[in-house]
Antibody, heavy 118, light 106 residues
Framework: EVLLVESGGTVVQPGGSLRLSCAASGFTFHDHTMHWVRQAPGKGLEWVSR????????YYADSVKGRFTISRDNSKNSLYLQMKSVTAEDTALYYC???????????WGQGTLVTVSP | SSELTQPPSVSVSPGQTASITCSGDKLGDEYVCWYQQKPGQSPVLVIY???KRPSGIPERFSGSNSGNTATLTISGTQAMDEADYYCQAWDSRTEVFGGGTKLTVL
């Protein structure tokens, strides 16, 4: 069974930093592209970032470019999102999702909530 | 693909056919997929590569993509299909989601 379990979400002050993690199991992690997608309260889905199977290629939405960094540790079956200089607009439920290298997200985690508040 | 446009809401009677559109410039040149999201739940992939169904997705879900518009069609809509639906396309660098469509079955 594919499992993606996000963690690290918390309340953080504007301008602060935090790191999200996603623990993967039930599939060959190093064979898959991985993504972060977020959803602000009551809003739609917003793609955040993507990382290739080996970590050599990373891509970001314009809204987070230069502030967020995606990374992975294939030895630990884990995906990460380092967030810095956060603003209220970064408040959202953050999902990790797997992609069989074909541009669609076939499994999603349950999400971890990030709240940016003074 | 820079922007995908979906109608905010679609209503359908039980047993009828629901169609949800997703529009974007030259969208037919890209692969489109669709996700279903019910309240309080994570998104679920229902269509990928324009028209393919993942295992476990009912046959009543189908998709097409041509020109500037992709369409998700739900035939014989059931009450359990009431949810938000999002289209998504990708190019070699980024992904983009449509704004979402709330499907109401009434």
């Amino acid at each position: 069974e594919v499992l993606l379990v996000e963690s690290g979400g918390t309340v953080v002050q504007p301008g602060g930093s935090l790191r999200l993690s996603c623990a993967a199991s039930g599939f060959t992690f190093h064979d898959h592209t991985m993504h972060w997608v977020r959803q602000a309260p009551g809003k739609g889905l917003e793609w955040v970032s993507r990382i290739s199977w080996d970590g050599s290629a990373t891509y970001y939405a314009d809204s987070v470019k230069g502030r967020f960094t995606i990374s992975r540790d294939n030895s630990k079956n884990s995906l990460y999102l380092q967030m810095k200089s956060v603003t209220a607009e970064d408040t959202a439920l953050y999902y990790c999702a797997k992609d069989p290298r074909l541009g669609y997200l076939d499994y999603w985690g349950q999400g971890t909530l990030v709240t940016v508040s003074p | 693909s820079s922007e995908l446009t979906q109608p905010p809401s679609v209503s359908v009677s039980p047993g009828q056919t629901a169609s949800i559109t997703c529009s974007g410039d030259k969208l037919g040149d890209e692969y489109v997929c669709w996700y279903q999201q019910k309240p309080g739940q994570s998104p679920v992939l229902v269509i990928y590569q324009d028209s393919k169904r993942p295992s476990g997705i009912p046959e009543r879900f189908s998709g097409s993509n041509s020109g500037n518009t992709a369409t998700l069609t739900i035939s014989g809509t059931q009450a359990m299909d009431e949810a938000d639906y999002y289209c998504q396309a990708w190019d070699s660098r980024t992904e983009v989601f449509g704004g979402g469509t709330k499907l109401t079955v009434l």
